[in-house]
C-alpha cells in the first residue's frame, strides 16, 4: 500500500516529461548559422555577382555544303538514263525566323555521255528551321549558269558551250547538332545539257 | 543576240526571287506546296508527266506563286519533250467569302529549259514562257492545309526547233502553311 503513491509519482514523472518533450519548440533552422560579424560603422558588402545572362539564340546560320549524288538525263531512246556522278559545293545561308535563305552552289557532273560544270544562285522557302530542328522542307530555285560539253556516240564534243536556265530542288533539310547541317534533295539544272539530279549533303555552320 | 537574251533572262530572274523574297517576309500567309503535272503538247509530241513544289501565297483575293517543276516525256511516240520550269505567277482569287474553294485565274512568267528527244537526235536550250491559269483553291481541316488544281497553257517558242511549245498542263498541289 506504500508503494503505490511512490508508482503514480513516477508514472506522473514520465508524463510530464514526454508531454514537455512533445510540446517542446523545434529549434529555428538557422540556429546554429555562422553570421557575418558586422561592426557598426563598416560598409556594407557588395552584393553578389548577378547570373550571367545565357547567350541570345543564333538568327541564321552560314553554312559550308558539300555534297554528292547522281545525274539523269533523257537521250533520244531513253527517259532519264543515268548520266554520271555529281558532286556540289558552297554555301548556304539560313534565316531561323520566317524568312527564306539563300544558296550559292558550284557542281560538276560527267560521265560517258558529257561533263558539265554549273553554278547557281537559289532562293530557299523552307518552315522556320532552328538548330535544335532536324528535319524540315524545303524548296530552293533560281537561275543557273553551266559550262557543258555533250558526246554523241563517237562524236565527243558534238554540243558544247555556256547556258543559262532554271534550277530548282525539293527536299528535306535539318540541322543534326548546332554545328552540322544535313540535306537531302531532287532536283534539276536546266542549263547546258539539262539534267535531273539527287543529292546528298553534308554542311558546317560556319558561324556562331 | 544571245548575250540580250541572257542579259534579259538574267534580269528577269533575279527580280522575281527580289520580289519574292520580299513578298515572303513581308506577308504571313506562305504555304509549300508539292505539285504534280500532266502536260499535252500540242502537235505529233508524246505527254509529259512530272512535279515539283512551289511556295503559294493566297490572301483575301490575291494569291501569288514562285514554283519548279520537272516533266519528262514518257510516252512512246516519235518525238518527246523534258521540260524544266521554274515560274512565277500573279492571280485573282474569283470568290472572296468563299473559304474552302474558290476559283482563280493567273497569269505567270515562267523560265524554261526544254529538250526534244527525236528518233535520231535531242535538241535542247533554255527559253522564256508566259502562261495562264485557270483553276480552284482551297484549304482543309484547320486552314493550314491548301489544295490547288488548275489547267494552264504554257506559251513559247521550243529551242531548236522553233515549234510552238503549246498545248494545256494539268496540275495539283497540296501543301502546308508554313507562316502564319
Not at chain 2, 523574297?21 to 504555304?31: C, E, H, I, P, R
Amino acid at each position: 500500500m506504500g508503494q503505490m503513491p511512490r508508482a503514480v509519482w513516477i508514472s506522473s514523472l514520465l508524463v510530464a516529461a514526454g508531454a514537455s518533450t512533445v510540446a517542446a519548440k523545434p529549434a529555428p533552422p538557422d540556429y546554429w548559422v555562422e553570421r557575418p560579424i558586422v561592426i557598426a560603422g563598416d560598409p556594407q558588402p557588395p552584393p553578389p555577382d548577378p547570373e550571367p545572362e545565357p547567350p541570345p539564340p543564333p538568327r541564321h546560320a552560314s553554312i559550308a555544303l558539300v555534297s554528292g549524288g547522281t545525274t539523269f538525263a533523257s537521250d533520244a531512246q531513253t527517259a532519264l538514263e543515268r548520266f554520271g556522278p555529281s558532286g556540289t559545293m558552297g554555301f548556304v545561308h539560313l534565316s531561323h525566323r520566317d524568312e527564306p535563305g539563300v544558296e550559292v552552289l558550284a557542281g560538276a557532273t560527267g560521265g560517258d555521255r558529257g561533263r558539265s560544270y554549273a553554278a547557281s544562285v537559289r532562293l530557299v522557302i523552307t518552315p522556320r528551321v532552328r538548330r535544335k530542328d532536324a528535319i524540315a522542307p524545303f524548296l530552293a530555285l533560281g537561275p543557273a549558269f553551266a559550262i557543258a560539253r555533250l558526246d554523241e556516240g563517237d562524236m565527243k564534243g558534238s554540243g558544247a558551250g555556256l547556258g543559262l536556265g532554271p534550277s530548282g530542288a525539293i527536299g528535306l533539310h535539318g540541322f543534326l547538332s548546332h554545328r552540322v547541317y544535313w540535306r537531302a534533295s531532287a532536283g534539276f539544272t536546266g542549263a547546258g545539257i539539262g539534267t535531273f539530279n539527287t543529292d546528298l549533303g553534308l554542311g558546317w555552320v560556319i558561324d556562331k | 543576240m544571245r548575250t540580250s537574251f541572257h542579259t534579259i533572262t538574267s534580269l528577269l530572274s533575279l527580280a522575281a526571287l527580289a520580289t519574292l523574297a520580299g513578298t515572303a517576309s513581308a506577308d504571313d500567309d506562305l504555304a509549300l506546296m508539292a505539285t504534280g503535272a500532266w502536260m499535252m503538247p500540242s502537235g505529233e509530241i508524246g505527254e509529259s508527266y512530272g512535279g515539283g513544289a512551289e511556295a503559294r501565297m493566297a490572301d483575301d483575293h490575291l494569291t501569288i506563286g514562285f514554283g519548279a517543276k520537272g516533266l519528262v516525256g514518257r510516252t512512246p511516240a516519235l518525238r518527246r519533250r523534258d521540260i524544266m520550269d521554274v515560274s512565277f505567277d500573279v492571280g485573282l482569287m474569283l470568290c472572296e467569302r468563299c473559304e474552302s474553294i474558290t476559283p482563280y485565274t493567273a497569269v505567270g512568267l515562267d523560265i524554261l529549259h526544254i529538250t526534244t528527244h527525236e528518233p535520231t537526235r535531242s535538241v535542247r536550250g533554255s527559253t522564256l514562257g508566259l502562261s495562264g491559269h485557270v483553276g480552284l483553291m482551297g484549304r482543309l481541316g484547320d486552314d493550314e492545309w491548301i489544295w490547288r488544281a488548275s489547267a494552264s497553257y504554257l506559251g513559247a517558242i521550243v529551242p531548236g526547233t522553233g515549234e510552238d511549245l503549246g498545248g494545256v498542263t494539268l496540275s495539283i498541289a497540296v501543301g502546308k502553311q508554313i507562316m502564319d
